[in-house]
C-alpha cells in the first residue's frame, strides 16, 4: 500500500471509529503524522486528497477540519473520482497520447530552438521533489506544451494541447494517490530534456513512449 493510501485508511479508521467527527478540527500535522506513525509528508497528501472528496476542509490559517459528512457533499465531491473511474474515454484519451506525443518529441529533438531549450530546463528546474500536486500538474502541463510547441508542428501542437487539458484530472488523482510519482515525473523529464539537448531523436521518441506509457498503465490497473 502506498503511504498515501495509508494515511488516507488511518484518517477513514478514525473517522469510522467516531474519535473524529463531522466538524472536528483534525491535530496539527506535525502531532497527527507522530500519533499515526506517518510522515508529514504523506499526511500532507492524503489530507489533500481528502479535501478534493469533501471529507476535510483546509481553512487556511485556522486548520483542518471534518466536513458535515452530508450524503448530498459526499455525493457531490466524489463525482471527481466517479467520473474518473467510469468514464474508459479517459483510457482512449491516454492511447492517443501515446501515439502522438513520442512523434512530438522526435520532432522537437530535430526542430528545438537554444531559447525553448532554456526555457524548457527552467521549468524543470523550479519543480522539486517536495512539490505539491498542484504544482507538479502544472509543470507536467508546462513541460509537455512546449515540446509540442518545439515540434514546429502547428497542427500536432493543438491537438496536444487539447488532449493534455482534457487529461488533468489523471494526473491529478495519480499525484495525490501514487507513491513517488513526483520523482519519477521529474526524472523522466530530466532524461528527455537531455535527449532533446543532445538532438536525439529515436531517443526522445523512446523516452516519450515509456514516460505517456507509464502514467496509461498506471490508469489502466485504477480503474
Do not use: C
Not at 204 to 219: C, D, F, I, K, Y
Amino acid at each position: 500500500m502506498a503511504v498515501t493510501d495509508e494515511a488516507i485508511t488511518k484518517i477513514k479508521d478514525m473517522l469510522i471509529s467516531g474519535e473524529l467527527k463531522a466538524g472536528d478540527r483534525l491535530p496539527p500535522e506535525k502531532d497527527l503524522s507522530e500519533r499515526l506513525g506517518l510522515s508529514r509528508s504523506s499526511m500532507r497528501e492524503a489530507v489533500k486528497a481528502l479535501e478534493l472528496i469533501r471529507v476535510l476542509d483546509v481553512r487556511r490559517g485556522d486548520g483542518t477540519y471534518v466536513t458535515s459528512l452530508e450524503p448530498q457533499l459526499l455525493t457531490e465531491a466524489m463525482a471527481f473520482v466517479v467520473d474518473l473511474h467510469q468514464d474508459k474515454s479517459v483510457l482512449e484519451l491516454f492511447e492517443v497520447r501515446r501515439i502522438l506525443e513520442p512523434g512530438s518529441a522526435s520532432l522537437a529533438a530535430q526542430r528545438i530552438t537554444e531559447p525553448q531549450l532554456a526555457e524548457l530546463n527552467e521549468i524543470i528546474e523550479t519543480v522539486q521533489e517536495n512539490a505539491s500536486v498542484e504544482d507538479l500538474v502544472a509543470h507536467d502541463l508546462a513541460f509537455h506544451s512546449l515540446i509540442a510547441k518545439a515540434s514546429g508542428n502547428s497542427y500536432l501542437e493543438s491537438l496536444l494541447d487539447g488532449l493534455s487539458s482534457s487529461t488533468v484530472r489523471a494526473r491529478v488523482w495519480r499525484g495525490l494517490t501514487q507513491d513517488k510519482a513526483v520523482t519519477a515525473t521529474l526524472a523522466e523529464h530530466n532524461a528527455i530534456a537531455a535527449a532533446l539537448s543532445r538532438g536525439d531523436a529515436e531517443l526522445a521518441r523512446a523516452l516519450m513512449t515509456v514516460h505517456v506509457s507509464g502514467v496509461e498503465n498506471w490508469l489502466r490497473q485504477s480503474l
